[in-house]
T-cell receptor, first 116, second 115 residues
Framework: AQSVSQHNHHVILSEAASLELGCNYS??????LFWYVQYPGQHLQLLLK??????LVKGIKGFEAEFIKSKFSFNLRKPSVQWSDTAEYFC??????????????FGQGTELSVKP | NAGVTQTPKFQVLKTGQSMTLQCAQD?????MSWYRQDPGMGLRLIHY???????DQGEVPNGYNVSRSTTEDFPLRLLSAAPSQTSVYFC??????????????FGEGSRLTVL
């Protein structure tokens, strides 16, 4: 089945460490890509999104993501994490129009724990 | 701005009971959707709507009904609650055109427990 996969279920880092969270999708054609963050007890908030253009996308709070079309990937990165980045991170895809078009499909989520 | 408003925030049901989760948005978004969030499974799409009078199934529609009589409202009905429907439910909406399209705006969530 076509899907969105996040390979890391739980990541534990110390403050100032670099972060990279993987996201792969299996849809062909043009997709729209997103990363959302969910802080404990809160609803999801948008970190960044990619529709077209420069494949390196910068978002809020120092996060960035790189779209690699040949690898069907949209990995999230941050050079130096802070304790306040502790949260769950979700990759999401709007599949191509005509192929479940319009729906936003989420990955399973990656829980990030940052040790002070 | 109210954004997306969900009610109730918490609900406990007995198996077999029915209930409706309410969702309203004041951003004139065409697209509205319902997700359930379960540990280790991310958010799974239950139903969605691309405009008033139009609804469609998502990944896990069984046991749920929706309707979209107005642009603002998108209620989710549980017809006969089962323990497997214990979850946190999120309503979300978005624009479908323009630079801001795609970004989902979420409600605060509704925690449902079915005994």
């Amino acid at each position: 089945a076509q899907s969105v996969s996040q390979h890391n279920h739980h990541v534990i880092l110390s403050e100032a460490a670099s972060l990279e969270l993987g996201c792969n999708y299996s849809y062909g054609g043009t997709v729209n890509l997103f990363w959302y963050v969910q802080y404990p007890g809160q609803h999801l908030q948008l970190l960044l999104k990619y529709f077209s253009g420069d494949p390196l996308v910068k978002g809020i709070k120092g996060f960035e993501a790189e779209f690699i079309k040949s690898k069907f990937s949209f990995n999230l990165r941050k050079p130096s994490v802070q304790w306040s980045d502790t949260a769950e991170y979700f990759c999401a895809v709007i599949p191509p129009v005509g192929n479940q078009g319009g729906k936003l499909i989420f990955g399973q989520g990656t829980e990030l724990s940052v040790k002070p | 701005n109210a954004g997306v408003t969900q009610t109730p925030k918490f609900q406990v049901l007995k198996t077999g009971q029915s209930m409706t989760l309410q969702c309203a948005q004041d951003m004139n978004h065409e697209y509205m959707s319902w997700y359930r969030q379960d540990p280790g499974m991310g958010l799974r799409l239950i139903h969605y709507s691309v405009g008033a009078g139009i609804t469609d199934q998502g990944e896990v529609p069984n046991g749920y009904n929706v309707s979209r009589s107005t642009t603002e409202d998108f209620p989710l009905r549980l017809l006969s609650a089962a323990p497997s429907q214990t979850s946190v439910y999120f309503c979300a909406s978005r624009q479908t055109t323009g630079a801001a399209s795609g970004e989902l705006f979420f409600g605060e969530g509704s925690r449902l427990t079915v005994l």
